[in-house]
């Protein structure tokens, strides 16, 4: 059992900057990859960025080149640069993490962050 809380979202406007943060707190020791999801109304969860727990990324192609996702380890604490955001970015933004324990797969999720990309 992990728990996650989110922070950084809001309302900023389209070529604007935002960085989101993810707090993992619980059984934090068996955490193999955080990363961020997100949704918008009437569309699927889906992938943004992820990092393992040493150090490898994977982005959607959506966001390469404009999002980062980084970690602070000793602080259990994921982060996500957002730059150039466009109104398409807009959408309610999750964080995840991926645990492994004798062979099993743990997902635990966050309640999410707004952002909002509006002129």
């Known amino acids: 059992q992990v728990q996650l809380v989110e922070s950084g979202g809001g309302l900023v406007q389209p070529g604007g900057s935002l960085r989101l943060s993810c707090a993992a707190s619980?059984?934090?020791?068996?955490?193999?990859?955080m990363g961020w999801y997100r949704q918008a109304p009437g569309k699927q969860r889906e992938l943004v960025s992820t990092i393992t727990k040493d150090g490898e990324t994977n982005s959607a192609d959506s966001v390469k080149g404009r999002f980062t996702i980084s970690t602070n380890n000793a602080k259990n604490t994921v982060y996500l640069q957002m730059n150039s955001l466009t109104p398409e970015d807009t959408a309610k933004y999750y964080c995840?993490?991926?645990?492994?324990?004798?062979?099993?797969?743990?997902?635990?999720w966050g309640q999410g962050t707004q952002v909002t990309v509006s002129s």
């Open positions: 619980g059984s934090i020791y068996s955490i193999k990859l």
């Open positions: 995840n993490v991926v645990r492994i324990m004798y062979g099993e797969q743990y997902v635990d």
